[in-house]
């Protein structure tokens, strides 16, 4: 088994800044892709940012520019660089991971973390 966990979210001005951690840990071989999503209410979940195993980046639109997203293999987290924040971006984000094990390669997703951006 695989458990994701989340950090960094909290409550930021317009124009700030947050940086969102995602760790894995358990019994795996490797991670290939990340990535991290986010849904604000009343809204379907969308697809914020990717990075392969290479360290291959894919960006939203509407955050190119202003999100950065990389990851520490050696740490096996993935980060999500976040600045001139919008009241837009206000959602629950979550992370996933396509983890390679022994027999089997499957996607896990962290529990969320809130990010309000608000004066």
């Known amino acids: 088994q695989v458990q994701l966990v989340e950090s960094g979210g909290g409550l930021v001005q317009p124009g700030g800044s947050l940086t969102l951690s995602c760790a894995a840990s358990?019994?795996?071989?490797?991670?290939?892709?990340m990535g991290w999503y986010r849904q604000a209410p009343g809204k379907q979940r969308e697809l914020v940012a990717t990075i392969s195993n290479g360290g291959s980046t894919n960006y939203a639109d509407s955050v190119k520019g202003r999100f950065t997203i990389s990851r520490d293999n050696a740490k096996n987290t993935v980060y999500l660089q976040m600045s001139d924040l919008k009241p837009e971006d206000t959602a629950v984000y979550y992370c996933?991971?396509?983890?390679?094990?022994?027999?089997?390669?499957?996607?896990?997703w962290g529990q969320g973390t809130q990010v309000t951006v608000s004066s």
């Open positions: 996933t991971a396509k983890v390679v094990s022994l027999f089997s390669l499957n996607d896990y």
């Open positions: 358990g019994t795996f071989l490797r991670i290939n892709d």
